[in-house]
């Protein structure tokens, strides 16, 4: 067989139910030729359990004799990398698995008549894949002058298959945290892997019983959508115990999986195999979790002129809150109200409301905005554990293990510093004494590892809810000992006390200035853009969270080297305040890379920010000063 060149070829789809079978037939297909015949992909096959790729042949001429064959290492190639080996040919309808060197084919053939042949390779292509390529490597052989060369290789690249997903659903990420904001009983939510695939599931209710629906992974897997469902969870009687129907990558069902949900986390069983998730959404910041409880408590700290910082989840739901400890004062109450709020960031401003408070006096730190360095030391004041522990302030100290948290999100610092239930909400300061952060969180599957919300995220914050500047900007401890920093500072971390139950004070925890509920706006126009391979196509304004949907083009005829992502300081423009982004989804950050399949493909990704007023008519994108990724005047409203 001569050496066909790789051609692109569109395909229309049929459904078989004959022995489980989907048929994709190639039809205006573009013909190699070569010096004896040409040639081009016909149809596949898709079985159960094999593959079969059909290759039509139409003699140039009429010939006494056409053969037809593949070397032992032909493979379909998958987008994600995976190979089905070859296994032998089609013949009078059984795979025949001899030899690949004999002489196959036709007798006296006919100039412009149509033959064909069939591969059979090992194992299906899953539902959901829509593109392959087909190569021939060859056999090494030895020529007349000794050397090696490969014979006889041949590819079909760049196919297009209509070969639909199974078990599709209308589920999206934003429609899954609609429904856990609204349905939030501890289960229903957004998880994310510790492992390195990064696989993000949404677990909600849907006719009476939980499922589990893909909603995203670090790198794009041709096999998933967002809204493939991934399980059915069946109750035990255990609480929080499921058994699970398990839908594995070729679609089939895997019965035997058992899901657990402990909190905020989730971790899925197959055999030997545990996978852990930690739950991000509601509660994807919370250390612990907040139960129906009556009181809890965690920790804050002070701003200018009255003002509190702690985590949201820390007064989620609260009726009451109560401060203790101000100028080391634990004899003493004070009511507080909730001012302003960004869940998604888990970030609360509070204030003291009552009459007998009297100031905080200076406050000794300064916050500092700027992103601190790997391996900096730091050290957390708060009080975890008081029930066990007493109310003394505590101390514990590490370094930035990393500029950014779980699963890559740039909001976080991971730090070393031990954390427990408790320390939520309490201030990280570097060793000079700024404070460079707020805590939020622990990793429950590692030792030492927790998170805390970097300050610039609390700026945000309180540019967008206050109408003068509270942050603190006087350093009174550099240069002193780390007894001396915490012997000033303490007195300015408070321990903070909520309570579900209605009392003297009946304080508000929602945010009057931003959204309620989501709303979308699809395809807003842009006054101006400098993207010229990018659109906007939706944005949705949340009660804790923007999100920009963005889709990119490949308009280069070299697929495999054209790639797009993401700078990490990418922001949006709203009234001169910016909100930096806070995450990403199908889109890399800088310097990783999302590359695209072949030419002419779009991507669609999304980014996110923190939430904005819902009074907001008009938005800028920037994403660097030299990025081409420039939106102005994007409206919506």
């Known amino acids: ?129 829509t593109s392959f390529t087909l190569e021939d490597k060859g056999v090494p052989q030895l020529d007349g002058w000794g050397s090696w060369y490969t014979a006889h290789g041949y590819g079909f690249s760049g196919y297009t298959l209509n070969n639909p997903r199974k078990g599709g659903t209308s589920w999206t990420e934003f429609s899954v945290r609609k429904f856990a904001t609204d349905n939030n009983d501890g289960i229903c939510g957004i998880y994310e892997s510790s492992e390195d695939n990064g696989y993000k599931l949404g677990c909600v209710k849907q006719n009476g019983e939980y499922i589990l629906v893909y909603l995203g992974s670090k790198e794009p897997i041709s096999w998933w959508a967002e809204g493939d469902m991934k399980a059915k969870l069946r109750a035990s009687a255990t609480t929080g115990f499921f058994k699970a129907d398990w839908i594995m990558k070729d679609k089939s069902i895997e019965p035997d999986w058992y899901i657990v949900f402990d909190g905020g986390s989730m971790k899925t069983i197959w055999k030997s195999d545990e996978d852990f998730y930690l739950k991000m959404y509601p509660t994807s910041k919370n250390v612990g979790t907040i139960s129906q409880q009556e009181r809890w408590s965690g920790t804050g700290f002070a701003l200018n002129n009255g003002y509190i910082v702690t985590n949201y989840h820390v007064i989620e739901n609260a ?63 708060g009080y975890p554990l008081t029930s066990t522990m007493g109310d003394e302030i505590k101390l514990t100290t590490g370094v930035i293990s990393s500029k950014t948290g779980f699963q890559g999100d740039v909001s976080l610092y991971q730090i070393s510093a031990p954390i427990q239930p408790g320390n939520s909400g309490g201030p990280l300061f570097d060793n000079k004494g700024n404070l460079i952060g707020v805590v939020s969180a622990k990793h429950k599957g590692a030792e030492n590892v927790g998170y805390a919300i970097k300050t610039s995220y609390l700026k945000n914050l309180v540019e967008s809810s206050t109408s003068t500047s509270i942050l603190p900007n006087n350093n009174q401890v550099v240069g002193q000992p780390l007894t001396e920093k915490v012997k000033k500072i303490k007195n300015y971390v408070f321990m903070i006390t909520c309570s579900n139950v209605s009392g003297s004070s009946t304080n508000s925890v929602s945010s009057p200035s931003f959204s309620t509920s989501i709303r979308t706006i699809e395809n807003p126009t842009v006054s101006r853009t400098t ?107």
């Open 1 to 129: 067989m001569c050496r066909i060149c790789f051609i692109f070829i569109v395909v229309w789809f049929a459904m078989s139910n004959t022995y489980a079978q989907v048929t994709t037939y190639f039809y205006g297909r573009n013909k190699v030729q070569s010096k004896n015949e040409t040639a081009a992909l016909y149809s596949v096959e898709i079985y159960e359990n094999n593959t079969r790729v059909t290759i039509e042949l139409i003699p140039t001429k009429n010939r006494s004799r056409m053969n037809y064959w593949s070397s032992i290492n032909t493979v379909i190639k998958l987008p994600n990398g995976d190979e089905l080996p070859i296994i032998g040919f089609l013949r009078n309808n059984t795979v025949d698995t001899a030899p690949f060197s004999g002489n196959w084919g036709w007798d006296k053939v006919k100039e412009g008549q149509k033959y064909y042949y069939t591969l059979v390779f090992d194992g299906k292509i899953p539902p959901g894949v």
């Open 319 to 381: 009726k009451s809150i109560s401060i203790q400890g101000i100028k080391g004062d634990f004899t003493s109450k004070y009511n507080a109200t909730v001012i302003a709020t960004d869940r998604y960031n888990d970030l609360a401003i509070l204030q003291i409301s009552d009459n007998n408070f009297n100031g905080f006096g200076a406050i000794p730190y300064k916050v500092k905005t700027s992103v601190s360095e790997v391996g900096e030391e730091v050290f957390v004041l």
């Open 531 to 637: 993207a010229e391979r990018a659109k906007i196509k939706r944005v949705i304004l949340a009660k804790d969270y923007t999100a920009i949907e963005i889709t990119s083009n490949n308009q280069s005829g070299n697929s495999y080297y054209q790639w797009c992502n993401i700078d990490r300081n990418t922001y949006i423009l709203v009234n001169g305040t910016r909100y930096t982004l806070t995450r990403t989804d199908d889109i890399q950050i800088a310097p990783e890379k999302t590359y695209f399949s072949y030419a002419g493909q779009s991507i669609t990704f999304t980014l996110y920010f923190p939430p904005i007023s819902d009074m907001t008519t008009s938005i800028d994108l920037i994403e660097s000063v030299d990025s081409e990724w420039k939106f102005y005047g994007i409206k919506i409203r």
